[in-house]
């Protein structure tokens, strides 16, 4: 790990181990993603010992792209001969693959409407994204209310409902400027001052723009699961 990811994680020493700040501050991710790769493994295993052919999983766009890479380097190294199938969806999308078997597995928001076996794998917290020169970067913390008639960058698509669901439930309307599901246009569409948004701390993690994230109130939180039909033990 330390190799791929050009860090030290560990300090080490002749009588004993421990994790450098660095560790302690990837620690986390790393965890979540020897879990997906171990539910990854268990899965190939319940197709009937996979060793080579097609893994098909379905990813939200997000995840795909600022976290699964990680899972699927660690995977290979196990399974070299498999290929991977990817389709990106939002979370209902994702469900219905895999209940029409068009997918192995998927990884996935809650909730679950459909049958399927679920692990959870992570949470994320979501994170208000404003241009550099808004007023309220002076704030530490924005609340819900202040979503109210400002410009915003409504960041979905489909059955992905976050954050529509988060001003819904109180009770704010903000003047939405464009509805998009590309977190790269969303990020330019901020930076240049078009609106505000709200964005993921996956998402951002990656993120190189010129905007203000500041913590929400109350705060918004995504529980992300690996998610098949079935999902048996290795």
Known sequence: ??????????????KKVRLTTEGEALLPYIMDICQTTRLMQE??????DLKNGTLRIGVLTNISTH???????????????INYEMLDG???SIQTWIAEGRI???????????????????????FAVLPTNHPLCRRDMLSVSNFADMPFILPEKGGNTTISDYLSEHGIKPDIRLVTWDDYTVLRMVESGVGASIL???ILANAHADIVTRPLSPPL?????FAAKSIKSA
Not at 1 to 14: F, I, N, Q, T, W
Not at 105 to 124: R, W
């Open 43 to 48: 899965r190939v295993n319940a197709l009937g």
């Open 90 to 92: 939002d979370g209902h």
């Open 67 to 81: 976290w699964l890479p990680g899972v699927i380097q660690r995977f290979h190294q196990d399974y070299p001969a």
């Open 200 to 202: 993921s701390k996956t």
């Open 104 to 126: 192995d597995c998927g990884i996935l928001p809650l909730p679950i409407h459909d049958k399927l076996d679920t692990v959870p794998l992570f949470s994320e917290t979501f």
């Open 1 to 14: 790990l330390e190799d791929e990811y050009g860090v030290a994680l560990l300090k080490r020493s002749s």
């Open 221 to 225: 939180y995504r529980d992300i699961v």
